[in-house]
């Protein structure tokens, strides 16, 4: 194959600059993704962490959120971590009133549900498909993973057992935010589905 991988990062709202950075860290051809026209161009995707009603608004208002679903329906790879996790997740749990996500991944999520107990934290994370080390997961104001159908497969939980990682085919999704650490295993991980998936 020649050229490199193109992957958008949904750019409505949260980091998208940090995960641009990885990515292009690691050698993909990133578009920041604000428009229907642009979601055409790439092969995958991320979605960014941020405020998922935020996100779910302002991909209404920008005539993207119906093309996101097409493009998730049709198989493009997309990891969305933290907010973007809550807006893959099929259900919400504990969104705001008229709150909807794109969908794609068969969980429930539960938004914010460390509380204000533990609005955010760090901790180290086993994380089997992706070897040693244990990766440094930092949580902020992170949701879970409440349920997880069958054909998702659950790549790492917390002590407790919550869920906080999965993938269900084209599809990555993680409670926490691998672009603010420094360990590009993630990203990586990612753009190897990208490229399996061409
Ligand atoms: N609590 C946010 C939400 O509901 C997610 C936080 C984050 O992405 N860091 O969308």
């Known amino acids: 194959m020649t050229g ?12 998208f600059r940090e995960h641009a950075a990885v990515l292009a860290q690691l050698g993909a051809e990133v578009t920041l993704v604000r428009r229907p026209a642009e979601l055409e161009a790439v ?14 608004k302002l ?5 993207l959120a119906d093309p996101l679903r ?11 971590t933290c907010a973007g996790l809550i807006m893959l997740a099929d259900h919400i749990v504990d969104g705001i009133a008229g709150q909807e996500s ?11 549900a460390f509380g204000s107990q533990l609005d955010s ?7 089997p498909v992706l070897g040693d080390p244990p990766v440094h997961a930092v949580f902020i104001r992170a949701p879970v993973v ?3 159908g069958t054909a998702v497969t659950a790549l790492a939980t917390l002590d407790d057992g919550r869920l906080v990682a999965v993938e269900q085919g084209n599809l990555l999704g993680t409670s926490f935010h691998p672009e603010v650490t420094g ?3 993630f990203h990586a991980y990612f753009l190897d589905k990208v490229r399996m998936a061409l």
């Open 121 to 127: 934290f760090e901790t180290d994370l086993a994380i």
């Open 59 to 63: 991909a209404r208002a920008f005539d």
């Open 4 to 15: 490199r991988t193109r992957v958008g990062v949904l750019a409505l709202q949260g980091d």
């Open 43 to 56: 092969d995958g995707l991320v979605l960014p962490g941020g405020e998922s009603s935020v996100m779910d």
């Open 183 to 185: 360990d590009t295993r």
């Open 146 to 148: 409440e349920r997880a």
């Open 102 to 112: 794109l969908g794609g991944l068969d969980v429930t999520v539960r938004r914010n």
């Open 70 to 80: 097409s493009a998730i329906r049709d198989g493009l790879p997309v990891y969305g």
